[in-house]
């Protein structure tokens, strides 16, 4: 799914479902919101495009991937001389690309745990419990989010990480772990839709400013890149739900399923608000 320079809408918003007698359809509408953080860049001026439609066969989309290139869609070498001067934007004398950068390398490192949390409880759960499908999809994601992980480890230096690292491993292993566990393959898809909700609005509170201040383009073809994924992972989960348990819209799912998913959420804002500032 290749982003454009100029618009940056490969990242959609928000998704519903619907089925079909046949064949399960997904319906994503995807909206560009306006970031409440966007002043400091400039981006009070920057003309937003029109909400995205998109058809996907949720088939296909079990196990499809957007095709990417050999290797990432950003330069290093650019990315190092954009580092030096990430300082013109500070915010209580750090710079405020820090600061976020500093919570997506934590949010990566709660997701390589997501998954490796949800295969130790896939070994310990019993084999007969959870799909081949399912042991894919964590396998796959797994690897994606490490992938991730690679490129904040290399972009930041150690001072700029967060000092709560143990912590969040710890958060995310066993939230992969005890939902997966005592609920299953359909709770664990269910908790990496609720996670991927919120990283998908994260990523975009960081996109829309840079992409219209003009300023860091390497640093957003990463952001772009990491994005597009992690939405891919959310109607990834979002489609297995869906066909696992014939829930589509989120006012139709369970009362139960719909304050995990909020708990979810909350949980992410609350660790990123956190590794912002430690």
Not at 168 to 185: H, K, V, Y
Request: net charge neutral; aromatic share 10%.
């Amino acid at each position: 799914m290749p982003a454009s320079p100029q618009t940056g809408g490969s990242c959609v918003r928000s998704a519903s479902f619907r089925r079909d007698n046949s064949l399960n359809t997904v319906l994503i509408r995807g909206h560009l919101p306006l970031s409440s953080r966007s002043a400091p860049f400039g981006a009070l001026g920057c003309s937003y495009p029109q909400p995205q439609v998109r058809l996907l066969g949720t088939a296909a989309s079990l196990n499809a991937r957007p095709s990417s290139p050999p290797q990432p869609p950003f330069d290093w070498i650019g990315l190092e001389e954009e580092k030096k001067i990430w300082g013109d934007f500070e915010s209580n004398g750090e710079a405020v690309l820090v600061q976020d950068l500093r919570s997506d390398h934590a949010g990566e490192t709660g997701a390589v745990y997501i998954y490796a949390g949800a295969q130790a409880a896939m070994k310990w759960g019993g084999g007969g419990r959870f799909s081949a499908g399912s042991r894919a999809f964590v396998q796959t994601h797994h690897a994606t989010e490490s992938e991730h992980l690679a490129y904040f480890e290399r972009l930041l230096d150690p001072g700029m990480k967060s000092k709560l690292l143990p912590f969040w491993r710890i958060s995310g292993w066993c939230l992969g772990f005890f939902p997966t566990l005592l609920g299953g393959e359909s709770v664990l898809f269910l908790t990496v839709e609720a996670v991927e909700t919120f990283v998908e609005a994260h990523y975009q509170e960081q996109i829309y400013p840079l992409q219209c201040s003009g300023r860091f383009p390497e640093l957003l073809k990463l952001l772009r890149h990491c994005c597009e994924e992690e939405v891919h992972h959310k109607e990834d989960a979002q489609a297995r739900w869906l066909q696992g348990r014939g829930f589509g819209e989120v006012e139709d799912r369970p009362r139960l399923a719909r304050l995990w998913a909020w708990v979810v959420g909350a949980g992410s804002r609350a660790a990123v608000a956190v590794c912002r500032k430690i």
